[in-house]
């Protein structure tokens, strides 16, 4: 039997194991070069993390991000989190969603669990919430489009990875 799956808010306590989980994607990266998500060059370090964190803490607090975890067994598995990118008025009204679930969690309807309770969320607080998927992450965009969200364009070539090209797809939903 699996175990159960909790979703709920972001707590502050919750800094150690979601830098760790951070931290772990570019260990993953290495054997699949093509993870879909944008970690950056170097591993951060931790100071970084911290600042990122306190930032992001700080926007969930004011109402300028909203974002869930997933526990499963006592153990924070999986972020989705929606920011207001951009303070200028007239596009404030827009969030970047961003998720990500460790490896041996994925495939079980976390990622499902995790946009649907952001989506939740938002709703007030965002208009229109927009991501992006590469081109070869068939279970993000599968994700996406099951949670209502519609592709409106693809950057050709707009990831470069190792040398190699990736297209870049986008989606948004009003809300
Ligand atoms: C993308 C990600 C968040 C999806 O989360 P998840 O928990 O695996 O997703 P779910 O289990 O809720 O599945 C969502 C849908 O994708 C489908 N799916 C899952 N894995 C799939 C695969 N390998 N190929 C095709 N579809 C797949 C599921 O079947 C489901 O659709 P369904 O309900 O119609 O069957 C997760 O794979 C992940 O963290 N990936 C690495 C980081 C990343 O790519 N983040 C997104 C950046 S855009």
Not at 104 to 125: D, F, Q
Request: glycine share 10%; proline share 2%.
């Amino acid at each position: 039997m699996q175990e159960k799956v909790v979703v709920r808010d972001v707590l502050w306590e919750d800094f150690g194991l979601l830098a760790k989980n951070f931290l772990s994607y570019y260990d993953e990266m290495k054997e699949n070069p093509d993870l879909g998500i944008l970690v950056g060059g170097k591993k951060p370090k931790m100071t970084e993390e911290i600042d990122w964190f306190s930032a992001f803490y700080k926007r969930l607090l004011e109402g300028d991000a909203v974002a869930s975890v997933a526990e499963v067994g006592g153990k924070v598995v999986g972020m989705c989190d929606i920011n207001r990118t951009v303070l200028r008025e007239d596009v404030k009204h827009r969030g970047l969603l961003g998720i990500a679930i460790l490896k041996e969690y994925r495939g079980r309807g976390i990622g499902t669990m995790l946009v649907t309770s952001c989506i939740k969320k938002a709703k007030g607080k965002f208009e229109i919430i927009m991501l992006s998927a590469f081109e070869n992450n068939r279970p993000a965009m599968r994700l996406y489009e099951k949670c209502g969200f519609k592709e409106y364009g693809v950057g050709k070539k707009f990831i470069k990875r190792n040398e190699h090209y990736i297209d870049e797809h986008f989606y948004c939903l009003e809300i």
